[in-house]
């Protein structure tokens, strides 16, 4: 917490906004996934709103919090931080298992439910994807035909959201 607090003159003098992000850590000894920053809904919200600052707003990773996959599921996150703290999203899917990165629909994650939560705080953050490593992986020639596909499935997903926006039920 010290250090978003020590960054936030710097943030506000530059009007740049610093998204706190929900983290996780590999136990190299049990070689499973363990808790780590924000990765605890209640620690997130406390996070924020002890930083008390519109410089510091919760930048919700769903695929990490996937891969906790304990009580409270992105939908969760999403409703707890509500409108007011979530300003940004890292957006990919996963196995539940690894921080693969996928596309949204090649994993595990429900997206309908993340959608319909996103709806239902009306949010108007910024949708940030976090899947470079398909582009990476593409021949040359396919990279505007795989991007193409991505932006579909963002306005997609777009869509789902405004449809569970509070004006349109």
Known sequence: ???????????????????????????????TIVHDTCSRLCEFIKY??????????ACLDIGHIALLYQQDQPWDFIKGLGHDRLKALHVHDNSLLTDQHQIPFQGKIDWLKVTKALGEINYDGYF????????????DDFVPIH????????????????KARPQNN
């Open 147 to 162: 991007i193409k596909y991505m932006a579909d499935i963002a306005k997609y997903l777009g869509s789902l959201v405004d």
């Open 48 to 57: 924020i709103d002890t930083l008390n600052d519109e410089y510091a707003v």
């Open 1 to 31: 917490m010290e250090y978003y607090s020590a960054l936030l003159p710097t943030a506000r003098a530059n009007n740049v906004k610093i998204g706190v992000e929900n983290m996780f850590q590999n136990d190299p000894i049990r070689k």
């Open 128 to 139: 940030t994807y976090e899947t470079l490593g398909h582009i990476n992986a593409c021949p």
